[in-house]
C-alpha cells in the first residue's frame, strides 16, 4: 500500500512540476499561438469562458479567469498522466527484475 501511495504522490508531483514549466515556457513565448502550444488546456478553457458579446475578448478578465483555470486544470491531466507512465515504468522494471 505504501507503494500505491507513493505512486500517486510522485504523480501529483510531477503534474505540478509540468504544469509549471509548461506554463512558464507557455508565457516566455510572447505570442498567443505559442502560450496555446504549451498551455494547451488553458486555451481550450479561454474557449468555453469568454464574452460573449466581445469578439475580441483577449485580456478581458473573464479571458485571464479562463487562463487561470486552464492552468490548474493542467495539474490533474499532468498528474493522471504521469501516474500511468509511472505506473508502466513501474511494471516494466518488475517484469525486468
Known sequence: MASKQKLI????????GLT???TVIALA????????????QACLVQ???HTPDNPIHEGSPIDLLGFAIGV???????????YFLLLSWQKQSAKIN
Open 20 to 22: 509549471f514549466f509548461m
Open 9 to 16: 504522490l510522485s504523480s501529483i508531483v510531477c503534474g505540478v
Open 47 to 49: 474557449i468555453v469562458i
Open 29 to 40: 513565448g510572447g505570442s498567443r499561438a505559442w502560450a496555446c502550444t504549451f498551455a494547451w
Open 72 to 82: 490548474l486544470l493542467g495539474v490533474p491531466i499532468y498528474s493522471l498522466l504521469s
